[in-house]
């Protein structure tokens, strides 16, 4: 099938109504688990290294770990949506500073295959989540593993309409590359839109965007 409009998409808390990290934060780590990101946001390493710190530090059975992802609250209606937007001619490509391991566990419960940009990993509940950085990925950033922005960029080098939907602090910059109408934001990303008196459309569930995309003029 070919496409000429790609939807380039955050996966946690976009996808999913909660991101791995804050489910993993409540249900299974410490609070003391936590200093890699007060490290963080102290300057002292950055946001990947941060993430593959706290993830190793999980230690939980695959059933656990089973209700772990559960608790992400995956949108259920995302196949449908994805079927709608090709048959519209768009492609979908996901991009996420989280790990390859879960996502892929979450994509093959739903039966969708996409495109994806991501940090590769591997879990066992004896070294927890193994994240690695994506050294030879064409959008490779060390800051985040990937850059989102190198992602939307080369998406309009490719076609004409390119739309971002995220939800997180490192969607804003990606996300103002893309015209208004195609522009798709919730949580955090919307409310730092919002007050900026950036325009975007909002959404509450992934698969809304499905349908606003299909009435946009392109």
Partial sequence: MAFDKILVSDFDGTMTQKDFYSCAIHNILCPEDLEPWHAYTRGEITHFEALRR?????????PEMERLLAAMAFDAGAKTAVQRLEGQRWHVVIVSNGCGWYIERLFRQHDLRLELHTNPGEYSPEH????QLPTLSPFFAEEFGISKCAV???????CGTVAFAGDGRPDLEPALMVRPELRFAR??????LKSRGEPFQDFSIWSQISEKLCEVET
């Fill in 128 to 131: 927890g989540l193994q994240m």
């Fill in 187 to 192: 949580g955090w990303l919307a409310s730092e």
């Fill in 54 to 62: 706290i993830f190793e530090r999980i230690r939980a059975e695959m």
């Fill in 152 to 158: 939307v960029r080369s998406a309009m080098q490719t």
